[in-house]
């Protein structure tokens, strides 16, 4: 399959009549929000459903997630303005109004598992961490600690389904895809914007 590039999705090509046994393209809905801490990308479906959101400069979770979301049929990018108006309710969050990612209609893809540690992850309250422990717990797994951190780091939706919320048990800032910086910054926000 070929490469997505996120940065400077392709502009369609001529419409080919389709032949019989080929999978029509998937259409995605591809637009970019800058924000404090770097470029966004944010994909959703022309349901206006929240697909994916990655950092640009580290959007290879994000290409591998929408490569498998296609399920072998050629994701078609196509740049939308504020689609559904994902796009500003983002540059709200990061302006302050944390709450608003809570509302944002989100569908993933994923094993059933991976969607209980995604929905766990929706379900902290903005400003506030939870452990890996905590989390495996919640979704009724106690002893599944590694696996809710292999499922936290697969998150395709970056801030909004958010994984920068999980620490380690001992309190200590774990890694995260976007960079440990982002997530200080992430949490640092919305601490500040909960409590002004």
Request: proline share 9%; glycine share 10%; net charge positive.
């Amino acid at each position: 399959m070929p490469e997505i590039d996120l940065e400077h999705p392709p502009r369609p090509a001529p419409a080919l009549p389709p032949r019989r046994t080929a999978r029509p393209a998937l259409r995605l809905l591809i637009d970019y929000v800058e924000t404090p801490i770097g470029r966004l990308a944010l994909v959703a479906d022309d349901r206006g459903r929240l697909l994916g959101a990655g950092w640009t400069d580290r959007q290879v979770r994000l290409e591998r997630y929408l490569r498998a979301y296609s399920q072998g049929r050629a994701p078609e990018l196509v740049t939308a303005r504020n689609p559904s108006g994902i796009s500003s309710k983002i540059r709200d969050y990061f302006a302050g109004d944390v709450g608003v990612i809570d509302r944002l209609p989100v569908h993933t893809e994923g094993t059933e598992f991976q969607r209980a540690v995604w929905q766990a992850l929706r379900e902290i309250p903005c400003g506030e961490t939870r452990s890996y422990a905590e989390i495996a717990r919640r979704i009724g797994r106690p002893s599944a600690v590694r696996a809710v951190g292999l499922a936290n780091g697969s998150n395709p939706v970056a801030v909004i389904v958010p994984c920068h919320r999980v620490i380690g048990s001992d309190g200590s800032l774990t890694g995260y895809g976007g960079g440990i910086e982002r997530k200080r910054w992430l949490l640092a926000h919305e601490r500040r914007s909960r409590d002004p």
